[in-house]
Nanobody
Framework: HVQLVESGGGSVQGGGSLTLSCKAS????????LGWFRQVPGKEREGTATVHYNPYTGAQTSIAGSVKDRFTFSQDHGQNTVSLRMTSLKPDDTAVYYCAADPSADCSAEYWCYDDSRGDWCGTWGQGTQVTVS
């Protein structure tokens, strides 16, 4: 079982910056994929940035095209942490941001395992941290 601890959300004015951090602990064999997602009430959860750890090719990161010019994603596999530095924030970035971990063999900002049998996304999810941009 893996635990995820998120930090760094808050409220900022447009144009401001925030950094979100997520640390995984516990059974970190379940963290082949780590990532940040965001969700606005009433809308689909949206992939923001992910990292997939491949034992042969190393860390493969992916960041959504809608934010890649403003957000910087970093990861430390040894520390099982991922961070999302968000700059030039816009009101449209307002959402609950979730950290997620999954042992899947593949993931990206556009793809995350979905468990049809449960009707839910795979893996372990953090409690979410609110980001509000006014």
């Amino acid at each position: 079982h893996v635990q995820l601890v998120e930090s760094g959300g808050g409220s900022v004015q447009g144009g401001g910056s925030l950094t979100l951090s997520c640390k995984a602990s516990g059974n970190t064999y379940s963290t082949n994929c780590l990532g940040w997602f965001r969700q606005v009430p009433g809308k689909e959860r949206e992939g923001t940035a992910t990292v997939h750890y491949n034992p042969y090719t190393g860390a493969q990161t992916s960041i959504a095209g809608s934010v890649k010019d403003r957000f910087t994603f970093s990861q430390d596999h040894g520390q099982n942490t991922v961070s999302l530095r968000m700059t030039s924030l816009k009101p449209d970035d307002t959402a609950v941001y979730y950290c997620a971990a999954d042992p899947s063999a593949d993931c990206s900002a556009e793809y995350w395992c979905y468990d049809d049998s449960r009707g839910d996304w795979c893996g372990t999810w953090g409690q979410g941290t609110q980001v509000t941009v006014s």
